[in-house]
Structures are given as structure tokens and as C-alpha cells.
């Protein structure tokens, strides 16, 4: 079925209060519903699982929540291959349980932002069916087709994020289609004005369903360079395995033609411009290894865009030292000073934080307190907030292509996607009656909900914590900071605006250490997410993996 996008929506929508400002400063969870709960037994999370689950959600204080796919699709890349936008695959449910899932976070709260992959369809999409049909029916240049080299070989030497050549063969067209993902994803020609259009017609369907906003999937790729110029060769020590693993050749060249074209500008300003009646609001992923701090301030400048980026900073491999920290913050402050990030340790696509970085559960309860005091948006991956490590998938059990095609250099995202533990005494960890998807992993069993619910020390509360910590002081969430800095081990920054100063500094290390506090009178905030703030001779002395949270009294 391919739903209309003038389907109309529920009679009464229930909107949240019109806030155009209500993203600066957000507390995100970002829900894979393929995991986070099934209600009828197929093994498969659904919407109605995270209507279940919704109190949960509200329980730790976030500002909104970001669904991940749900819509009609082959499920090739478990649902970023879409191929009906405006309706929802039956295997998570239908529009009604999405309206379901609207209604009950409103009602809590809770915006909800949905993730839009616009740079490509599913080869089902009727789009593609139509296209690749012939080379003079309508849509014939919907997506980015290609004549072969005299000798056969692709135009160019574009790569796939997932591996090989960026051009799929058809003989039908007797043409190359570009594809910077799976084969069976072509991309869309964003070149060609009637795409625009009926992508902006999807932008329009959800908005009116009730959304409060949109998580834009690759939002550096939707155009290609309409000369289809070939990359150049990227020298070796400019490589990094931030987007790709270092396995994939896709890290030796430099991306200059197949995606980051300035034609974008224009096309987000055409998408936040639907926004703006609704006060809704976008965050665009970022996938460029070489220059996406540079990327994040051209697409968030000027306030006709969208209104934040997701860079990969901080999902990187190597662990965020203070120094990598306070080297982010100064580039970003160079690159893109207007800009509004949006962090996170952890998503969909990579391994879980704890485990990519070895942290001890001190380790991982000190770094969410200082994402919490990080000026920007932040995005909480679900299960971060149990401190849940990254589950092993036998290749046997594996659903990834990804993990699939560069087993067993990289074992692909799936160690990341597997179900939600619940209850740890239910079969499948309250997760689903049948057999789940991706095994339940043993280990995060004792972890599960429940039965964090009943030790006050669990890392679930110190979420809670850390989150109504940035709610009660709102400089934390929307106010200034006199930049990042690192000194030894330490990250420290003061965030301030009209109404208060705080001081906020974090021991990213094993030994003890110490840092200036500014001068002033100091009183403790956040004293039960561990934090310090006795001061001898001006140092505030820090213990492994401890944190100094401290407001400026006013002047007497």
C-alpha cells in the first residue's frame, strides 16, 4: 500500500504548547523500536510497546523522544530503506497506534520527533519501481542514474558506506543508479524539483499527524554533484574510522563530489521554513569524517535551516579524553560559534559508549553528568540509561549487512540494536512472549529495568539525577560557557547567563587531581551525583572519576 501523503490526519490533534525554542538545550531519547517492546509476540518491538513503555520514558525527566523508522519498508536496513513514508509497516503497528504514541506523550509531556531518511528510498519505493521502468516515464529522474564508462565500468569512483562501488548495474535502464548505502537503497536526485517537492509533501503529512519534529537521516548526503566528479584520494594520515570502520575503503577518499553539495542550503531552508507554523524543529545527522564541525555551522546558521546537527565527535572510537573534549569545543567554537549541537555517547550505529570506551560504571556515571552540563542538545540512546554494555551477537544470530560483509574485522551495529531487558526474571527479559528478533542479552539482565527500579544505587537514578540537575538550573541546558578546557585528566568550563554561574569540572581519569576554582563564593549543587567542591589554596581536589558542581552565590 502506498498511503497518499493527503491522507488526512486524526480529527483532533493533540499538540504540545507552541514552543519555537523548545529543542535549544533538549533532552532527547532516541527509541529503536524494532527493540524496545513487543505486545504481540512476533519477537519485533511496535508502537504500541512504546506507548506501553512511554511512563518509563517520562520517569527520567526528557524533554522529547526520537523514533527511529517505523514506516512501510522491505526491512533490508531494518526500516532506513523506506518504502511507503506516509504510512506505518505492519509489523510495528498502524497510523492509528502512531497517533497512540503522540497522544500518550503529549499528554506526559513528551515531544515526539520522528527520523525522516530522505537521501534514499527502498528499491520498492513506487518511485524507484517507476523509475527504473523505462528512461522517459515521469519519474525516470527521480534518482541519480548514470551511463556506464565506454568500457562498462561505473562513472566514477564513488564508494558505499556499506562497501564496493556506490553504482549498482540495472538492465533495465541499461544505466548505473548511485547507491551510498545498500544497493537496495538508491538515492534520490535531489537535483531534479519535483523530489524536493514530494519529500516537503512527507515534511507536511507527519506535521499535521501531530510531530513535533524531525531527526534528519543523513542530511549531508541528499545531494550529489551533478557533474559526478570523481573523490580525489585521501592521504592516509587524514583518515579516521569516525564514519566508517577502518576496514571499509570508504575511509580513503575525500567525499568532496558524492554528498556535502551547497545546493543543500536551499533545500533546508525550503524544509525549515514547513516547520516554522508549527513551532517544530529538526536535527540533521552529520556523517563526514574530515570537515563535519564545518558542515554543522553551514547547515545551523543564519536561523532559516535546521535548527541543529548531530556530529560524530563524540561517537567516535577512542575514548573522549578531556583533551579530545576540550579540542571539540574549540574547534566547533571556530568553526561554527552560532551553531547548536546535539551530543550523544551512544545511537543505533555504534557500539554502546560503555563498552567502546572500557569504562567502569564510575567512569560511565561521571561522563553522563558532564553531557548533562555540556552546552547544547543531547541525545540519550535507549538502554544508556541502565549503563548497558554492548551485547555479543554469535554470527550465527547476526541481522546486520553491515556486520555480515566485514565479519569478523567489525561485527556490525547489532551488538547495540538487541531488545530491552525489562524484568530479568521474564522470559526474554519482559521483552516479547515470542522469540525476539536479536537475542535478549544475558548481561543485561541484571540490569533490567525492574530491577534497577529497586536498588537506589543504580545507574538508572543517577540519569534521573543528572537529567533534573540540567532542568534545575536551565543555565546548564540554554546558558553560555567561557569555552571548554582540559588540564590533565580534567575537563572544566563555567556555564553562566542572566541568572546564574556554575562551575563545572569532571576527572576523566584514574588518579587523583586537581583544578583551579574561579574565584568567587561557591556553593554545592548536584551533591548526590558525587560531586566535590572543597577548595584548599584555590584547587578543588578531585578523586578518580569525580566531578565539582558549584554556583556562584551572589555578592553580598
Not at 515531544?111 to 537521501?119: E, H, K, W
Not at 559526478?228 to 575525500?254: C, F, H, M, T
Not at 547495540?416 to 536479536?438: H, Q, V, Y
Amino acid at each position: 500500500m502506498n498511503t497518499p501523503v493527503s491522507a488526512p490526519a486524526p480529527a483532533a490533534v493533540s499538540r504540545m504548547p507552541k514552543d519555537p525554542n523548545w529543542w535549544r538545550g533538549a533532552v532527547i531519547y532516541q527509541i529503536y523500536p524494532r527493540s524496545y517492546q513487543d505486545t504481540d509476540g512476533d519477537g519485533i518491538g511496535d508502537l504500541r510497546g512504546i506507548v506501553k513503555r512511554l511512563p518509563h520514558i517520562a520517569s527520567l525527566g526528557v524533554d522529547a523522544i526520537w523514533i527511529s523508522p517505523f514506516f512501510t519498508s522491505p526491512m533490508k536496513d531494518f526500516g532506513y530503506d523506506v518504502s511507503d513514508y506516509c504510512d506505518v509497516d505492519p509489523m510495528f503497528g498502524t497510523l492509528a497506534d502512531f497517533d497512540a504514541v503522540v497522544e500518550t506523550a503529549h499528554s506526559l509531556g513528551i515531544r515526539v520527533m520522528i527520523d525522516l531518511v530522505l537521501s534514499h528510498t527502498a528499491e520498492a519505493h513506487p518511485w524507484f519501481v517507476e523509475s527504473r521502468s523505462s528512461r522517459d516515464n515521469p519519474k525516470s529522474d527521480w534518482y541519480v542514474w548514470a551511463d556506464a564508462k565506454p568500457d562498462g565500468t561505473p562513472p566514477n569512483n564513488w564508494l558505499s558506506i556499506f562497501g564496493g562501488s556506490a553504482w549498482q548495474w540495472d538492465g533495465r535502464r541499461m544505466q548505473y543508479y548511485l547507491h551510498n548505502f545498500l544497493t537496495s537503497q538508491p538515492d534520490l536526485n535531489f537535483h531534479n524539483a519535483d523530489v524536493q517537492e514530494a519529500l516537503l509533501d512527507v515534511e507536511r503529512f507527519w506535521l499535521k499527524r501531530g510531530v513535533d519534529g524531525f531527526r534528519l537521516d543523513t542530511i549531508n548526503f541528499y545531494f550529489a554533484d551533478a557533474q559526478l566528479r570523481d573523490n580525489p584520494a585521501l592521504p592516509p594520515e587524514r583518515r579516521n574510522d569516525s564514519i566508517a570502520p577502518g576496514v571499509n575503503p570508504y575511509n580513503w577518499q575525500e567525499h568532496l563530489y558524492s554528498k556535502n553539495q551547497p545546493e543543500n542550503l536551499d533545500f533546508l531552508k525550503r524544509f525549515r521554513a514547513e516547520l516554522e507554523p508549527y513551532g517544530a524543529a529538526a536535527v540533521g545527522e552529520v556523517g563526514d569524517a574530515q570537515r563535519g564541525l564545518e558542515i554543522m555551522a553551514e547547515y545551523t546558521s543564519g536561523g532559516d535551516k535546521v535548527q541543529m546537527c548531530y556530529p560524530f565527535e563524540m561517537l567516535q572510537p577512542p575514548r573522549l579524553t578531556a583533551a579530545a573534549a576540550a579540542d571539540t569545543f574549540y574547534r566547533l567554537s571556530h568553526a561554527a560559534p552560532d551553531a547548536w549541537p546535539c551530543w550523544s555517547y551512544s545511537n543505533h550505529d555504534v557500539e554502546r559508549h560503555p563498552t567502546r570506551w572500557k569504562l567502569s560504571a564510575e567512569a560511565t556515571r561521571v561522563y553522563t553528568t558532564m553531557l548533562m552540563c555540556f552546552r547544547g542538545s543531547v541525545c540519550l540512546y535507549q538502554g544508556e540509561e541502565l549503563g548497558l554494555p554492548e551485547a555479543e551477537v554469535a554470527f550465527e544470530d547476526l541481522q546486520d549487512p553491515y556486520g555480515i560483509e566485514f565479519w569478523p574485522e567489525y561485527k556490525g551495529r547489532d551488538g547495540c540494536r538487541t531488545p530491552i531487558a525489562w524484568d530479568g526474571s521474564a522470559p526474554n527479559g519482559g521483552f516479547s512472549e515470542g522469540k525476539p528478533w536479536l537475542p535478549v542479552s544475558p548481561k543485561h539482565l541484571p540490569r533490567a529495568v525492574a530491577e534497577q527500579e529497586a536498588d537506589p544505587e543504580a545507574i538508572l537514578h543517577h540519569y534521573r539525577r543528572a537529567i533534573a540537575l540540567r532542568h534545575d538550573h536551565p543555565v546548564l541546558a540554554t546558558g553560555e560557557h567561557d569555552g571548554v578546557h582540559s588540564r590533565g585528566d580534567v575537563v572544566h568550563f563555567v556555564r553562566f547567563d542572566a541568572n546564574e554561574t556554575i562551575f563545572c569540572a569532571f576527572n576523566l581519569g584514574e588518579e587523583p587531581a586537581e583544578v583551579p576554582l574561579p574565584e568567587g563564593a561557591w556553593a554545592p549543587i548536584g551533591t548526590d551525583l558525587g560531586t566535590v567542591t572543597k577548595a584548599e589554596n584555590g584547587l578543588v581536589h578531585l578523586g578518580p572519576w569525580q566531578c565539582c558542581l558549584a554556583l556562584r552565590r551572589p555578592a553580598d
